[in-house]
């Protein structure tokens, strides 16, 4: 029972242009969610977070939106550059004293 | 470094023997998780401690699996008779007491285990 779900494997975008990377989750028990951008043969690191009583948190090219209603949230990345190229998780957590769940990633590939 | 510190980076086992996996924690981290991301999947969680609690285990895959923190800081992941699908890459993470200010995890670079 995947809890946290990234339906899109794969995405390409063309350097300077959007990159949007969607999330799922089906706990209505989530309040905090994260983003996490993972190279090959490196341990993923972080890269934006937003609680549940935000709906948009920005942090210079990085902009994360929630709509919990729809349990939904996305990454919005520009302009994309061809060294954002890696694996990107969407994470979440019940509380902020609970486990961290992560969805499965998708893989950006930004084309020079 | 002043990061989280796991070994072995690589351990190649034949199927059947056990394994001990290590993970030091950044200090003052009082949260420690254990993830695995085998082959072409994501991370999925194993187990997490947080400070004196009783861990949530409710990740561990069967009775073959087993962690334990020693004095609030470093933990081993331990394997018993390993299977080929356990092969994967063992990710250990730590953070601040309640995910901190920004809920980030800190990650080491992970342990890439091979069973033959």
């Known amino acids: 029972d995947q809890q946290v779900k990234q339906n899109s494997p794969s995405l390409s975008v063309q350097e300077g242009r959007i990159s949007i990377l969607n999330c799922d989750y089906t706990?209505?028990?989530?309040?905090?969610f994260l983003w996490y951008k993972k190279y090959p043969a490196e341990g993923p690191t972080f890269l934006i977070s937003i609680s549940s009583i935000k709906d948009k948190n920005e942090d210079g090219r990085f902009t994360v939106f929630l709509n919990k209603s729809a349990k939904h949230l996305s990454l919005h990345i520009v302009p994309s550059q061809p060294g954002d190229s890696a694996v990107y998780f969407c994470?979440?957590?019940?509380?902020?004293?609970?486990?961290?769940?992560f969805g499965p990633g998708t893989s950006l590939s930004v084309i020079p | 470094g002043a990061g989280v510190s796991q070994s072995p980076s690589n351990k190649v086992t034949e199927k059947g023997k056990d394994v001990e996996l290590r993970c030091d924690p950044i200090?003052?981290?009082?949260?420690l998780y254990w993830y695995r991301q085998s082959l072409g999947q994501g991370l999925e969680f194993l187990i997490y401690?947080?400070?004196?609690?009783?861990?949530?285990k409710s990740g561990l895959p069967s009775d073959r699996f087993s962690a334990e923190r020693t004095g609030g800081s470093v933990s081993t992941l331990t394997i018993q008779r390993t299977q080929q699908e356990d092969s994967a890459v063992y990710l250990c993470a730590s953070s601040f007491p309640g995910l901190g200010t920004t809920g980030e995890l800190f990650f080491g670079e992970g342990s890439r285990l091979t069973v033959l």
């Open positions: 706990n209505s028990m989530f309040d905090y």
């Open positions: 200090s003052g981290h009082t949260a």
């Open positions: 401690f947080q400070g004196n609690s009783a861990p949530d």
């Open positions: 994470a979440a957590s019940a509380a902020s004293y609970d486990k961290v769940i």
